[in-house]
């Protein structure tokens, strides 16, 4: 069965990152978690710009260390078959940097720095933040909440395409 | 392996839609397996796992039908125990009216809860843990429910209808393991980006119809022929002429399609204008016309019908250039990108293209010096029309050539292909020369590259019609010759019947030798030669250009770096990037050929497929080898109908030549399925005169009666004219929507700002609360997630358990804190959307307090 290959294969994975700690047997649901630094240098993850963002936002404790449930969880989301608003609500959770539920300015300014790898200016920056600001921000609080952030992520075109999609 | 199977089978009898939860069941299901050895303690867990469930249904009716209260986890545990008795032996007393009523109404809310399940931004522990519990009610009050009236009945019918949705996935899973070439092109888009990929998805697509026509063409025309029709040899046109059979097999002959091949069932030549062949009485003739027209019609349709697909898939964007930024911030990362170097031109393409618009956003208000702009834009524009002009001339100078070249003896290789390698060398050359000649203009690169497209197009489409005005001429000239030929056969064969006649009167004359008699040139089949050899000579110099052009570079590049005097890779040579335009235009330019050729030589539609099939293979090896992804990815949807538009103007220009030849042109009298008739789609009348009752034929000449085509047409083009005014007319109307929209949106917008600004002590307020709730949720946060996974079961729990969180001493702040910030939401009449208080509409991941804004303003409303 397909699904069946695929928790076998997710499991493989979590298994081959560290090979001494994860058990191959999962009936007594042993509480095992790997940290961050593992998890990041996967390849699917490695060259994402976000990597530390996902891990934690997946991650129970918010530390960035995943248990096999948490990483499942992670695969769940990021799988093509995951529907529109879960992705939306996980991406919010990514791009809120500093976890106050909003995406403020300094969250705009990491993404935009991570996205571009600190090459533009700091004039530019501001600007690019202010007209981001400008565009979604459908209540004038000056930050994006979820709903405006849902708002802005169910009209772009290519957020299904582009946006979280993973091969395992 | 058999425990996998009954792994399946366990799966499947659970109805559920959650793959992720199912992943999580496999593989526990799947180390239980593992870890028990024998099929005995199996049995064992099961055994255990079954007394839970029923305690968790029993847990969940209670919970349902509000008969006992919920305190806390602890007394639970203990409350448990005891319903487990109580209520086993209520199921087994027969269910009234009502109480089956309501357990029907909870059966069918966990069915959704479970179809849902996906969608609930819930950890998987907690997702688990719902949906065994979900699972186990349904499995056993689904039973409960049939009891009675046709339990058995009600049982199989479930069973079938799992196993159908297990059919159904299971299918599923295998058509999208059909896909042709799935595997390959996901690989070189994880690594490319879509926009390469759908150059090979057009490839897929292309091979698709081409298979289509291939079928077509080798079932009804060439098998037939080879099957019934008369063999090699027989005739004239089926033979090789005496003076070319010493050479005619030779190599170099074949290889200019010639010889052998040109007397095969390849080319319009070989087939024979015999009514009907066969024990069959196929009419070959008529087939063979009606599969060439049906060649165009099925393309026309398929390509129009995608076109109005993609369309429909354009025209859902919606509004664009609202979220220019927003979007390019939040969507822009490609998450499929697991390579390092497609990773670092991601990286510089978003920085571009932020660049870009902030360029936009800085420059839309300034006004920069125009006239030097335009007058660049005319400057590149005329002399790119020289460019144009200049190769369209040099090919008609090299056609002209070739014709007296082809009258001499003895002429070397180069004076046989010159046309070939002229059009080869404009098409490698001018592009490039295009590009930068483009770099005046000074475009937004979108529109840079679709103008750089059309050029291309224009440049492939002048070589092609200059190579086609050149063909019709040398047609016109055989066609003149064959005035004479056909006298020179005419008098042959009667002076032959005459002599044998005067040799001896009483013996029947032996007939003349097929190679002997004198042949007209057939310029049916001269043309195919001629697109045939073109088609060929591009497939060469395609594949020529990527071995030399990527992988030789890329060899060149990698290898020689360690001894050079510069960085290679980083410097001038460098690696090639994949030419998404250029390969696109040379399928279309290629496709436009064979449309064209496929009526005068069957076989190149064959020769075709076999050419997109290599070409799949090779490129896909070649982009993955030796190519390095783009800087600037353009979006591969939106010019997808670009490259679709093309594709049908090349269709409809390839379609021009062959139906001027079908419709004016006299067929050669010697060769091909219509000779001996005046024009080739006598065919048609020729059928219903002969094969159809009369009165079809006498209803045939109406409808071609002049007199009622005109009416027709202009029929058809009242009808065009009306549904385009009526399409304009809905576009005018979705226009004026999407202004009221966006004015509304600001006109919101504008009404929130200033209640911010007009109610400053409002806004006070708002800032006075926020820190104390942020630090509150952060601690609530912990001791909540605790109480999550039992709290979440069923909505009336939550509802309770709010109540309860409103009731108790911690939550207060949060209750007051929505209480003081309520009232101003209630001034303004706005939506009572918390939207400062629950960030998560419709995510119950509880911060504090309860999402539900239903106990907290039915605690905070009365105090005012």
Known sequence: CFFFLLVYRLHGRYHEMAPNVVPMDYTKDPDVKLPMQLIINMPELKENPFRERIVESFSEDGEGSLSFNDFVDMFSVLSEMAPRELKAIYAFKIYDFNTDNFICKSDLEKTLNKLTREELTAEEITLVCEKVIEEADMDGDGKLGFADFENMISKAPDFLRYCFKKKI | ?864
């Open chain 2, 1 to 864: 392996k058999d425990k996998e199977d009954d792994e399946s089978k366990e799966e499947d009898s659970c109805s559920q839609q959650n793959r992720a939860s199912r992943e999580n069941n496999h593989q526990q299901k799947n180390s239980d397996g593992k870890k028990a050895e024998e099929e005995g303690s199996r049995r064992r867990e099961r055994g255990k796992k079954a007394p839970t469930k029923d305690q968790k249904e029993s847990e969940n009716k209670e919970k349902k039908t509000n008969k006992k209260e919920k305190e806390g986890n602890d007394k639970q545990k203990t409350d448990r125990k005891n319903s487990t008795t109580s209520s086993n032996s209520s199921d087994e007393e027969s269910l009234s009216e009502e109480e089956l009523a309501m357990l029907m109404e909870q059966v069918e809310q966990k069915k959704k809860l479970i179809s849902t399940m996906r969608n609930k931004p819930w950890r998987m522990m907690k997702k688990l843990s719902v949906l065994r519990e979900a699972q186990a009610f349904v499995e056993k009050f689904e039973g409960a429910l049939g009891k009675g009236k046709g339990k058995k009945l009600y049982a199989y019918k479930m069973m079938m209808a799992k196993k159908w949705v297990k059919f159904k996935r299971d299918f599923d899973n295998f058509k999208t393991q059909c896909i042709p070439w799935e595997m390959k092109i996901k690989e070189v888009e994880s690594h490319f980006g879509s926009s390469v990929a759908s150059y090979f998805i057009f490839l897929r697509w292309m091979y698709g119809v081409n298979l289509v026509l291939f079928g077509l063409i080798f079932g009804l025309v060439i098998i037939p022929e080879i099957l019934m029709g008369m063999p090699y040899g027989s005739m004239p046109r089926k033979t090789v002429p005496r003076a070319e059979q010493a050479t005619a097999m030779d190599f170099s002959v074949l290889w200019d399609f010639e010889g052998y091949i040109k007397y095969s069932a390849l080319f319009y030549g070989y087939y024979n204008n015999q009514r009907t062949i066969g024990w069959l009485k196929y009419r070959l003739p008529m087939a063979y016309f009606t599969v060439g027209i049906s060649v165009f019609g099925y393309s026309l349709m398929v390509v129009i019908r995608s076109m109005a697909r993609n369309a429909n898939e354009s025209t859902a964007d919606g509004d664009d250039d609202n979220f220019i930024f927003s979007w390019k911030m939040f969507t822009s990362w490609d998450y499929l990108i697991g390579n390092p170097e497609t990773a670092d031109n991601k990286f510089a393409s978003i920085t571009t293209s932020f660049k870009e618009s902030i360029v936009d956003e800085q420059e839309s208000n300034k006004d920069e010096n125009i006239h030097l702009r335009r007058f660049l834009r005319v400057l590149a524009n005329v002399l790119i029309i020289c460019c144009l002009c200049g190769s369209g001339y040099l090919i008609y100078f090299v056609v002209k050539r070739s014709q007296t070249f082809s009258k001499m003896q003895n002429v070397g290789w180069y004076e046989r292909n010159e046309v070939e390698i002229v059009m080869s060398l404009l098409g490698m050359f001018c592009p490039p020369l295009f590009e930068t000649i483009a770099a005046l203009e000074n475009y937004h690169p979108r529109i840079g590259l679709k103008w750089q497209l059309g050029r291309i197009f224009a440049l492939f489409l002048g070589n092609l019609y200059t190579f086609l005005l050149a063909l019709m001429d040398d047609v016109n000239e055989k066609l003149a010759e064959e005035d004479v030929v056909k006298n020179i056969t005419h008098w042959t064969l009667l002076s032959h019947h005459n002599s044998s006649m005067g040799n001896g009167s009483t013996a029947t004359p032996p007939p003349l030798d097929p190679a002997d008699v004198p042949r007209g040139p057939c310029w049916e089949t001269t043309v195919g030669i001629e697109i045939v050899r073109l088609t060929v000579s591009d497939i060469l110099v395609t594949y020529i250009t990527i071995l030399v052009g990527d992988f030789i570079r890329a060899c060149f590049v990698r290898f020689m770096n360690y001894c050079w005097c510069w960085d290679l890779e980083a410097g001038f040579p460098s690696y090639a990037e994949f030419d998404i335009s250029g390969n696109v235009l040379g399928l279309i330019f290629n496709q436009g050929m064979i449309w064209m050729g496929s009526f005068y030589a069957p076989g190149l539609v064959g020769i075709n497929v076999l050419r997109l099939l290599t070409s799949m293979y090779f490129q896909c090896w070649a982009v993955m080898s030796s190519n390095v992804p783009h800087a600037r990815v353009f979006k591969a949807s939106k010019s997808n109908n670009f490259y679709m538009g093309l594709l049908l103007l090349i269709l409809f220009l390839s379609l021009l030549p062959v139906a001027y030849t079908i419709m004016s042109l006299p067929p050669s009298f010697d060769c091909g399925p219509f000779s001996g008739k005046k024009r080739m789609y006598e065919v048609i009348q020729e059928t219903i005169d002969l094969d159809f009752p009369l009165f079809v034929a006498k209803i045939f000449s109406y409808v071609a009666n002049p007199g009622l085509i005109i009416p027709a047409i202009l029929l058809m083009v009242l009808a065009i004219y009306y549904l385009n005014a009526v399409a304009e007319a809905y576009q005018r109307a979705n226009a004026e929507l999407k202004k009221k929209m966006q004015m509304q949106r600001e006109e919101e917008k504008n009404k929130r700002n200033n209640k911010a600004s007009t109610n400053p002590v409002l806004q006070d307020l708002e800032d006075l609360f926020t820190p104390s709730t942020k630090n509150e949720s952060h601690l609530k946060q912990a001791e909540d997630k605790k109480i999550d996974s039992p709290n979440r079961t069923s909505p009336v729990a939550k509802t309770r358990q709010d109540k309860a969180a409103a009731l108790g001493g911690s939550p207060m702040t949060g209750g007051r804190g929505r209480a003081f910030t309520l009232p101003p939401h209630m001034f303004v009449t706005r939506p009572p959307t918390p939207h400062v208080w629950a960030p998560y509409p419709g995510q119950p991941r509880p911060r504090g307090y309860p999402l539900g804004p239903v106990p907290g303003r039915g605690r905070g409303q009365p105090r005012y």
